[in-house]
């Protein structure tokens, strides 16, 4: 399967400040997904993307995708301590099976 | 509730016993997905079904995991002899479409 690179693991923020996570890949993708997972629950859908240099945005959240469909990036504007969680890349090849990454945890200070 | 449902939420048991978990997938979903999460880590690809086919498993996998899905709708996990490095979060979750994901509650499993 395909393995994917995610980083920062952890980043903290100030509350206002923005964050941003970096998916990369050795291998092209057909598509990444990106899911959000809040501290004890489940990962939640949050977009995907499969065109080459694909830019799509949902309110502060603006996810990319690299012109080599390798490397994909979620940014969040103005943090809230509502965005605290766990931001997961998921990769696909030529399978319908996701690999996950090893997520970055977001923490908000108020 | 419309989403995508498991049981028990949590499963303790003493190494060496069988366990089964069960997932109950958004009702017109024909893909099904298990899926294992340790702390720290991203979700572990366990197998896969498109209806009642299991299309895909991990190799990873050892032979006392096994699951199935008759008649295409909810799904089983067996887990055969427990051991500690079984204990983690066991994810399921459905798809109307290749890649697109919902991700139920899950089942927290404790090997003693």
């Known amino acids: 399967g395909q393995q994917v690179m995610q980083i920062p693991q952890y980043q903290h923020v100030q509350e206002g400040e923005d964050f941003t996570t970096y998916c990369n890949s050795s291998t092209t993708l057909s598509n990444i997904q990106w899911y959000k997972q809040r501290p004890g629950g489940h990962p939640v859908f949050l977009i995907q993307l499969v065109k080459s240099g694909e830019v799509k945005k949902q309110k502060r959240l603006t996810f990319q995708f690299g012109e080599a469909k390798k490397n994909s990036s979620l940014h969040i504007t103005a943090t809230q301590t509502t965005d605290v969680g766990t931001y997961f890349c998921a990769a696909a090849g030529g399978s319908y099976i996701p690999t996950f990454g090893r997520g970055t945890s977001l923490i908000v200070h108020p | 509730d419309t989403g995508v449902s498991q049981d028990p939420r949590h499963k303790i048991t003493k190494r060496g016993q069988n366990v089964t978990f069960r997932c109950d997938p958004i009702?017109?979903?024909?893909?099904l997905y298990w899926y294992r999460q340790t702390l720290g880590q991203g979700p572990e690809f366990l197998t896969y079904f498109q209806n009642e086919a299991q299309l895909e498993k991990s190799r990873l996998l050892s032979d006392r995991f096994s699951a199935e899905r008759p008649k295409g709708s909810f799904s089983t996990l067996e887990i055969q002899r427990t051991e500690q490095g079984d204990s983690a979060m066991y994810l399921c979750?459905?798809?109307?479409?290749?890649?697109?994901?919902?991700f139920g509650p899950g089942t927290r499993l404790t090997v003693l």
């Open positions: 979750a459905s798809s109307p479409l290749p890649n697109e994901q919902f």
């Open positions: 009702s017109e979903h024909n893909r």
